[in-house]
């Protein structure tokens, strides 16, 4: 109360962060290096924003690991830097917290994919498949297995 009568209002450097602000941070360091220095083609300044992105996601972590959202959040950040051991190793993270995502199973497939980790690409493609119980999304994934094993 006092701080804001003599206009001392604002976040300061001693008080701890949350993991929310933490994540809404990375977030904000992601756009700025995906929506903004990558299409400029500035890569030194892409580079930095993803480095800051990945300590403020980590951090959020730290706060709080029960949360699946930054997990995914860094493995983006790693993905689209093409760091996709990185990548799959927060996905598999995140799929542990949230096992009945399936979107996280495609996006640990697809790290493990652009890894080059074809094998391991298809072994969670499987284990994703024993979950689903839509016909036609069985067949897609049926199909994308074949696809990856014809890789290796």
Known sequence: MLLIFFGLTGTFPCMAQTADEYEK???SHFRKAFYE???RKDK???AAEYREAEKAFQKAIEKN???VEPYLHLGRTY???KKYEKAATRYREALKLAPERKEICLQLASAL????DYAGAVDVLKQLREKETDER???ILDD????LKRKY
């Open 113 to 116: 994919e652009m890894g080059g």
């Open 37 to 39: 220095a990558t299409p």
């Open 137 to 139: 999304s069985i067949q």
């Open 44 to 46: 030194a300044g892409a």
């Open 25 to 27: 941070q990375g977030l």
């Open 79 to 81: 993905f689209v830097q």
């Open 144 to 147: 994308f297995i074949e696809k």
């Open 65 to 67: 690991p029960r949360r």
